[in-house]
C-alpha cells in the first residue's frame, strides 16, 4: 500500500551516496534542510503553469530526494531537474484552478553523503486569489512510538472505511514534528474533516500492518467562515505493536542475601517464552513485555543461574497481569516467601 499521495518519480541516478569525508575535510554529519521553495508557503494566486522548485542546504542524492517529495491532491510530474541544491519540478499538465496544494518533502531525503533530513518539511499554497482560512492544529499523544515523522491524511467528512493510499485522494498532508505539534492550513470553509495518522515506522513510505500505525483520529472538524480555525486538539494514537511495562515492587523479609533478587515473566498462552529482569537496590522492578497476559513472580536466585529452583530458592506467589500495548501496570506488589514443602 502506498503513501497517500502522489510519489515523484525519477531517473536512475546512480547509487545512494556514501557517508563519507568530504574531500579535504571531516565527514559530513549535518542533516540537509530546506531552504527555500517556489512558490513559498503561504502563496496565493499561483500560476496554474508554475513550476515549482525546492532549494536544499546542501547537494542532494537525487533518488532518495525525488521519491521523498510528494503533493497532494495529486498530480502528475515529469522527471526532477536538478541544478546545483535546487530541484525543479514541472507538472505533466496545468494545476488546477482555485486548488490549495500541500508540497511536502519527507525526512527520508537525503544529502549526498547520505545524511536524512532532521524533520520533513510542507509548503502550502494555492491557485486562488487567497490562501483559504481554515486552519488545523493539534498534538498527537503518540503511544508506543515517537510521534515525529507520523504522516496526517486529511479528509472531507463523510468519507467511510480506511484509507487505501494506492486511491490518492487526500485532501490535504502534514506532518507532526518532536513534540507531535501538527498544523493543517489553507482547509476551505465551510467544511468538515477527518484525519488519519500514519506513523511510517520502517521508513519505507508504504503502510505496512505488522509494522506501522495507521490510526483514525475520533474528532470531526468543524469549520465555517465565523470560526475557521480549529486548535487545541489533543489526540491519543496507541501503536498496537508497541510492548508495554510491568513496575513494581518486591518485598523481602527473609533472611537471605545469596544470589539477586530477579523477577521471571511467564506468557500464559505460551509458557515457553519467559522474560527476566532484575531488581534494584530500592527493591523495583521494571520490565518490558509483549502485549497479552502474563505471570510474574520474583525470586531470590541463590545459584546465580537466572533459573528459579522451586525446591531451593524463595519466591513469591505468580501474579497475572494484562499487559495493553504500549501501556503500563504499576503498582504490583511481589512478596518473597519460602514455599512449603508441598509446594515444592
Given at each position: 500500500m502506498r503513501l497517500a499521495a502522489v510519489a515523484l518519480s525519477v531517473y536512475a541516478l546512480g547509487g545512494c551516496g556514501k557517508k563519507g569525508p568530504p574531500s579535504g575535510g571531516p565527514p559530513d554529519i549535518e542533516p540537509p534542510r530546506l531552504v527555500a521553495s517556489h512558490p513559498d508557503s503561504g502563496a496565493a494566486h499561483v500560476r496554474r503553469d508554475a513550476r515549482l522548485s525546492l532549494v536544499f542546504s546542501e547537494g542532494m542524492e537525487p533518488r532518495s530526494t525525488g521519491d521523498a517529495v510528494l503533493l497532494a491532491p495529486e498530480t502528475e510530474f515529469r522527471s526532477p531537474r536538478w541544478q546545483g541544491r535546487t530541484m525543479t519540478l514541472v507538472p505533466v499538465e496545468s494545476l488546477r484552478a482555485g486548488q490549495t496544494y500541500t508540497l511536502f518533502v519527507a525526512a527520508t531525503a537525503r544529502d549526498r553523503h547520505g545524511n536524512p533530513m532532521a524533520a520533513g518539511r510542507s509548503v502550502v499554497f494555492t491557485t486562488a486569489d487567497s490562501l483559504p482560512p481554515g486552519r488545523i492544529e493539534g498534538t498527537l499523544d503518540a503511544r508506543g512510538f515517537n510521534a515525529n515523522g507520523t504522516y496526517l491524511w486529511c479528509y472531507r467528512d463523510g468519507r467511510s472505511g480506511v484509507p487505501d493510499s494506492t486511491g490518492r485522494d487526500v485532501d490535504a498532508l502534514a506532518i507532526a514534528d518532536i513534540d507531535g505539534h501538527?498544523?493543517?492550513?489553507?482547509?476551505?470553509?465551510?467544511?468538515?474533516?477527518?484525519?488519519?495518522?500514519?506513523?511510517?515506522?520502517?521508513?519505507?513510505?508504504?503502510?505496512?500492518p505488522p509494522t506501522d500505525v495507521l490510526d483514525a483520529i475520533d474528532t470531526v472538524f468543524s469549520l465555517t467562515r465565523e470560526q475557521p480555525a480549529a486548535t487545541g486538539s489533543r489526540s491519543v494514537v496507541l501503536n498496537p505493536h508497541a510492548p508495554g511495562r510491568v513496575r513494581g515492587t518486591v518485598l523481602d523479609s527473609l533472611r537471605v542475601t545469596t544470589g539477586k533478587l530477579l523477577v521471571l515473566a511467564m506468557s500464559v498462552p505460551d509458557s515457553s517464552a519467559k522474560v527476566g529482569g532484575s531488581v534494584n537496590e530500592r527493591f523495583e522492578f521494571n520490565v518490558e513485555l509483549d502485549a497479552g497476559a502474563w505471570r510474574v513472580r520474583a525470586f531470590r536466585d541463590a545459584d546465580n543461574n537466572g533459573v528459579w529452583d522451586r525446591a531451593r530458592e524463595p519466591a513469591s506467589d505468580p501474579v497475572t497481569v494484562d499487559v495493553r500495548p504500549a501501556g503500563e501496570v504499576q503498582g504490583l506488589v511481589l512478596v518473597l516467601r519460602w514455599r512449603p514443602p508441598s509446594e515444592r
Open positions: 501538527f498544523r493543517l492550513p489553507g482547509l476551505p470553509v465551510p467544511g468538515r474533516y477527518r484525519l488519519w495518522a500514519f506513523a511510517d515506522l520502517n521508513r519505507n513510505r508504504s503502510f505496512e
